[in-house]
C-alpha cells in the first residue's frame, strides 16, 4: 500500500486507475479555487491531501480542512474506496454517487453543513464507522437501519429530536453519540441495541430516564447523561453491571440511588453541577472506583463507607458545604489529586499527614475556607511544607 501526502499534481498517478485520476484531478481543480483552509491554523490543506493506494486503486481519501462546498460528482468512481474523511469543510450537499461506494467501511462527514441526508445512505452496508457530529441534521433518514455491520454512530450536536429508527437489525453497534441535540426523551429504539458498550446521551433535553431504560443495555461500559434536567436515577441503574464509566454531570439530581454501589466495577463516577445533599453508604462498596467528580453540589458531609475506595486517586470535592473530613480519610492511600476549595472546612484530621501519595502541590491551592483559615494539625503542616518545598 501506498501513501501520498503531496499534492495530486505533484504525485505520480500513472499506475492509477485512470477513471479515478480524473476523479482526483478534478479534486486537484476544486482545492486549487479554494487555497484558504476553514482552520488557518490546520495542517491539512491542498498540498497535503492525503491519500492511500493499492493495487492501482485508491483505498483510503483525506480531504478534510480544505474549504471544501461540494464534492465531484464521479466520486463513485473509486470503487475500492474504504476510508473518506472530508471532515472540517463547508458541505451542504452530498453527490449520489458517495452512495454508490459500496466498499466504504469509514465515513467521516463530521463538521459541516449537512441538513439532510439521503436515504440512499442505506446502500453503504460495508460501513463500520459513520460520523455526522456537527452538522444541521434534524432527522435521521430509516434507512440507515441497513447499515447491519455499523459499529460506531456519532450523531452528536445537530438538531435531531425525534429517532425514527428501528435499530433492531443494527445488531453489531457498540457505539452511539446522540450528544447534544434536542432530545426530549431517550428513545426508546435505542432498547434493541443490547450490544452497546458506549452510550453518549449528554446536552439533551431529559428530565427524567424510565426505569426500564438500564434494563436492556447488559454490555454497556460507557454512559454520559451530562447536561440534561435529570432530577433522579432510577434505582434499576444496578442492571448496568458492566459499566465502568458514568457521567450525571450538571443536571437536577437530589440524591443517588442506593443501588448505585452495586456498580461494582465502575472506575469512574462523575456527578458534579447537580443538587447533592448527602452520598448513599454504598458508595463504599464502589471499590474499583479511581475517580470521584463531585464539585458543585450542596454536600454537607461525606460518608465514612468512603475510605474503603482503595483504588481512589481522584476526589473532587469543590464548591460543597463540607465542614469536616472522616477521621480515616488517611486511609484513601493512593489518592493522588484532592481539591477541597470552596468549602466550610474549618479543620483537617490529625492524620491528614498520612496521604503520603497527594500531589501535595495542590494543597495550597485546597487548604482554604471561605470564611475563616483552616486549623491545620502542626504535623500536617510540616509535612506540607517539607514535601512541596522538595517537590518543587
Do not use: W
Request: aromatic residues 6%; neutral net charge.
Amino acid at each position: 500500500m501506498k501513501t501520498m501526502t503531496r499534492s495530486i499534481r505533484q504525485s505520480k498517478t500513472a499506475y492509477l486507475d485512470q477513471s479515478e485520476v480524473r476523479v482526483l484531478n478534478e479534486l486537484e481543480a476544486i482545492l486549487l479555487a479554494n487555497p484558504t483552509p476553514v482552520f488557518p491554523n490546520s495542517s491539512s490543506s491542498q498540498d497535503q491531501l492525503k491519500l492511500k493506494t493499492s493495487n492501482g486503486h485508491v483505498v483510503s481519501l483525506d480531504i478534510s480542512s480544505c474549504h471544501l462546498t461540494g464534492l465531484p460528482h464521479h466520486i463513485s468512481n473509486f470503487s475500492e474506496l474504504e476510508e473518506l474523511n472530508i471532515s472540517f469543510n463547508e458541505i451542504v450537499y452530498l453527490p449520489k454517487g458517495l452512495f454508490k461506494l459500496r466498499k466504504l467501511k469509514k465515513l467521516d462527514l463530521s463538521n459541516n453543513e449537512i441538513s439532510a441526508l439521503s436515504t440512499e445512505i442505506g446502500n453503504l452496508t460495508n460501513l463500520r464507522v459513520l460520523n455526522l457530529q456537527n452538522n444541521m441534521l434534524e432527522e435521521i433518514p430509516t434507512s440507515i437501519r441497513n447499515l447491519t455491520k455499523l459499529l460506531d454512530l456519532n450523531l452528536s450536536s445537530n438538531l435531531i429530536s425525534r429517532i425514527d429508527i428501528e435499530f433492531v437489525q443494527m445488531r453489531t453497534l457498540s457505539s452511539i453519540n446522540l450528544s447534544s441535540n434536542l432530545l426530549s426523551d431517550v428513545p426508546i429504539q435505542l432498547y434493541n441495541l443490547h450490544q452497546l458498550r458506549i452510550l453518549k446521551l449528554a446536552n439533551n433535553l431529559f428530565t427524567k430516564v424510565s426505569d426500564i431504560f438500564f434494563m436492556h443495555f447488559p454490555k454497556l461500559r460507557i454512559l454520559n447523561l451530562g447536561s440534561n434536567q435529570l432530577q433522579e436515577l432510577p434505582r434499576t441503574i444496578d442492571n448496568l453491571n458492566c459499566l465502568t464509566h458514568l457521567n450525571l454531570d450538571d443536571n437536577q439530581i437530589h440524591h443517588l440511588p442506593n443501588e448505585i454501589g452495586n456498580l461494582s466495577n465502575l472506575v469512574e463516577l462523575r456527578a458534579g453541577g447537580n443538587k447533592l445533599t448527602a452520598l448513599p453508604e454504598s458508595i463504599g462498596n464502589l471499590l474499583k472506583l479511581r475517580r470521584l467528580y463531585l464539585y458543585f453540589n450542596q454536600l454537607e458531609t461525606v460518608p465514612k463507607t468512603i475510605i474503603q475506595l482503595q483504588d481512589l486517586k481522584v476526589l473532587f470535592l469543590i464548591n460543597n458545604n463540607l465542614q469536616s473530613l472522616p477521621d480515616d480519610f488517611y486511609k484513601l492511600s493512593k489518592l493522588k489529586d484532592l481539591v477541597l476549595s470552596g468549602n466550610l472546612l474549618e479543620e483537617l484530621p490529625d492524620t491528614f499527614y498520612k496521604l503520603v501519595n497527594l500531589e501535595v502541590y495542590r494543597l495550597s491551592a485546597i487548604i482554604t475556607a471561605p470564611r475563616e483559615e483552616i486549623a491545620i494539625p502542626r504535623s500536617t503542616l510540616a509535612f506540607i511544607l517539607s514535601s512541596f518545598l522538595i517537590r518543587r
